[in-house]
């Protein structure tokens, strides 16, 4: 690969997530060498001082800037990560697409369903290709547990189990942040974690066609961030103010082929660090995926010789682990999902091909949301809005290395091949 096989990358805020995108793009030479491209860290933008300095000094950016669209704007910008806080989602993934950038944006999209369909009408617009970070589809168990369920191997799929379980808000004394703010933030835990296991089902099993649902704010008041505070985990001063947002979320769901499921979430549970877990029960097998166990799947399946659960360790067959490590029983990491989605978004951008997840799987989330909200203050089931676009779970078979065995540089992505 020649030094000028580079695409341009601009990244929106340098919090955690900025941070780890800009990994995840420095780490694609080493692990998918065959996209044929590095990319080329351009510009950061962020209102903090402190922040432009650490993209440039730590992270490897040419220079950073203060204003987003300032990055929207550079000619050597080819591709954007979005990284922002929820408010400001809908305004910059907009301008993204109007100035034809294809960009990879955090979820969730928007901070309610209608700034998702914005951002996604904005998207077809364009005709862009995008990505939305739903990194759990791209562990491998979850790559061959979709194998099994697609393949027909657990039969009639007839139940799903989901829970997404997490302590980091579980002291009443952190401060209150945007994320408790309805207005900022949109819904509490319906987005910031639940829209992650909603995908997860419909990537592993169909379109979830209705629900039902319930919510609970268990610490109704926070305290106030003090001058310059914006980072969860930091010291609150100040006096209290209401949380806006559910803090517990439950749902129960129909899925469009004939199967049902629950699904809850929480952010104050103590004990649970991050319980995300996704259960598929069939007529002929069932199986069992739990994050803080990222290497692993719990199978049974007719015919085994083995009463029960039996462990599958992945391995080279598995999604793109061989790609991090070399044999079964060596973990892979969140940051290695992370590298995974940023291959699929950059092999998608040089192929002008939906590969990655995309805006209309961002919308198809909110849009499970949106109705939840609805049976939370209606108390009744309600049906999801269906959503037309390159629905990325949809497909019928996983994209594994296939979506990258062709190699596409960035000169021949420039001359429109």
Known sequence: MSATDTIGVGLVSVGWMGRLHSRAYRALPDHFPELGVRPRLVVAADPVDAARDQATERLGYERAVADAQAVLDDPDVEVVSICSPNFLHREIAVAAAAAGKPFWIEKPMGRYAGDSRAIHDAVRRA????????????????????????????????????????DYSSDPDAPRTWRFERDRAGSGVLGDLLSHGLDLAQ???????????????????????????VDRSAAATGALAPVENE???????????????????????????????????GTAG???????????????????????????????GDGEFARFQPGAGTAMGFDDLKTIEAAQFIASVLRGEQLA????????????????EASIAGGAWHDVAPVDGALTYARAT????????????????RSGR
């Open 357 to 372: 997840p995309s805006v209309a799987d961002g919308l198809a989330a909110a849009s499970i949301v949106e109705a939840a």
């Open 203 to 229: 990537y592993l099993v169909g379109r979830i066609a209705s629900v039902s649902a319930l919510a609970q704010t268990t610490v109704t008041e926070r305290p106030l961030p003090g001058a310059g505070i």
């Open 247 to 281: 803090d517990y979320a439950a749902l129960l769901l129909r899925f469009e082929d004939g199967a049902v499921g629950t699904m809850d979430s929480s952010r104050v549970m103590r004990g649970p660090h991050a319980e995300y877990t996704i259960e598929v029960y």
């Open 398 to 413: 996983p994209g594994s290395a296939a979506y990258l065995s062709t190699s596409v540089t960035s000169n021949e992505y």
């Open 127 to 166: 005709g862009i290709v995008t990505s939305v970070g739903f990194n759990y589809r791209h562990a491998p168990a979850i790559q061959r547990a979709r194998e099994l369920i697609r393949s027909g191997r657990l039969g009639r799929i007839t139940t799903v189990r989901g829970a997404f379980l997490a």
């Open 286 to 316: 069932s199986l069992r995926w739990d994050f803080q166990r990222l290497g692993e799947l719990q199978v049974v399946l007719d015919g085994q010789e083995v009463d029960g659960y039996v462990t599958h360790h992945v391995g080279s």
